[in-house]
C-alpha cells in the first residue's frame, strides 16, 4: 500500500460545478498536510495548508479527518482556469522529517 | 524576488553519458530539496539539505548519483553514468527549515529540468 493514495481521475466537470478529492495516508505520525497544485508541464506550487479544524479560502475548502487518515479538497464554483493536478503531501517525523506527494488527481474543467 | 532558479530546463543525452544539473534556492531558505518526477507521478525526494549538511539521501541512488550544496546556498545534481530509466524532469525546491519557526512548511519550486536519455 503505497503511503499517501489518490484518486488519479481525471474529474472532467462543467464550469460552476463543485468537485471533491480524497486522499489517504497509511501513517498516523503524519503531522502537516499540503494541498499542491500542479499545472500541465509546470513546477507544484502551494495551494493550501490542511488544519485539524479546517479551513477554506476563497472557493477551496480542505479538511482533515485523522480518525479515518484522509484529506480532502472542495472547489466550488469551478473555474476553467482550475484544471490542474491536485497533489496531495503529507509529512511526518518517523525519527526523520519525511515529506510524501501523492501522485495527484487531474481535474478538467470545461465550458 | 526571484524565485528557485535550475538550469538547464531541457538536457538530452544519450546512455552512459554524465549529466550535471544546477539550482539556486530563494535567498535565505536553508532547506534545499532534490526531486525526481515521473510522468504521472507526484515527485519523488532524492536528497535534502539544510544548509550545507545532506540529513536526507537515504532515496538517492548513489551509485551514479550525487549532489552537493557546498556553501549551503546552491547545489548540484550528478548523475554518471546515466541510464534510459533516467529520464524524467528533475525538481529543486527550497524553504525557510528551521528559519521558519515550524516543523515543515511551505516548499518552493523551480521550474525543473526535464532529462531525457536516449
Known amino acids: 500500500r503505497k503511503e499517501v493514495e489518490q484518486d488519479p481521475g481525471p474529474f472532467n466537470v462543467p464550469e460552476g460545478a463543485t468537485v471533491a478529492f480524497n486522499c489517504t495516508y497509511s501513517?498516523?505520525?503524519?503531522?502537516?498536510f499540503f494541498w499542491y497544485r500542479q499545472d500541465c508541464r509546470k513546477e507544484p506550487k502551494l495551494l493550501m495548508s490542511?488544519?485539524?479544524s479546517g479551513n477554506e479560502d476563497g472557493r477551496f475548502t480542505a479538511q482533515l479527518n485523522r480518525a479515518s487518515q484522509y484529506i480532502s479538497l472542495l472547489i466550488r464554483d469551478s473555474k476553467l482556469s482550475d484544471s490542474a493536478t491536485y497533489l496531495c503531501?503529507?509529512?511526518?517525523?518517523?525519527?526523520?522529517?519525511?515529506?510524501?506527494f501523492g501522485a495527484g488527481t487531474r481535474l478538467f474543467v470545461k465550458a | 524576488e526571484a524565485g528557485v532558479v535550475q538550469s538547464p530546463r531541457y538536457k538530452i543525452i544519450e546512455k552512459k553519458q554524465p549529466v550535471a544539473f544546477w539550482c539556486n534556492p530563494i535567498?535565505?531558505?536553508?532547506?534545499l530539496y532534490w526531486y525526481l518526477q515521473n510522468l504521472g507521478q507526484g515527485p519523488e525526494l532524492l536528497i535534502r539539505?539544510?544548509?550545507?549538511?545532506?540529513?536526507?539521501d537515504s532515496q538517492l541512488p548513489k551509485d551514479r548519483f550525487s549532489a552537493e550544496r557546498l556553501k549551503g546556498v546552491d547545489s548540484t545534481l550528478k548523475i554518471q553514468p546515466a541510464e534510459l530509466g533516467d529520464s524524467a524532469v528533475y525538481l529543486c525546491?527550497?524553504?525557510?527549515?528551521?528559519?521558519?519557526?515550524?516543523?515543515?512548511?511551505?516548499?518552493?519550486f523551480g521550474p525543473g529540468t526535464r532529462l531525457t536519455v536516449l
Open positions: 525546491a527550497s524553504s525557510l527549515g528551521s528559519a521558519s519557526g515550524r516543523p515543515f512548511d511551505e516548499q518552493f
Open positions: 501513517n498516523s505520525a503524519s503531522q502537516s
Open positions: 490542511v488544519y485539524s
Open positions: 503531501v503529507v509529512t511526518m517525523n518517523t525519527g526523520g522529517f519525511k515529506t510524501i
Open positions: 535567498s535565505g531558505h536553508n532547506t
Open positions: 539539505y539544510e544548509n550545507e549538511e545532506a540529513v536526507d
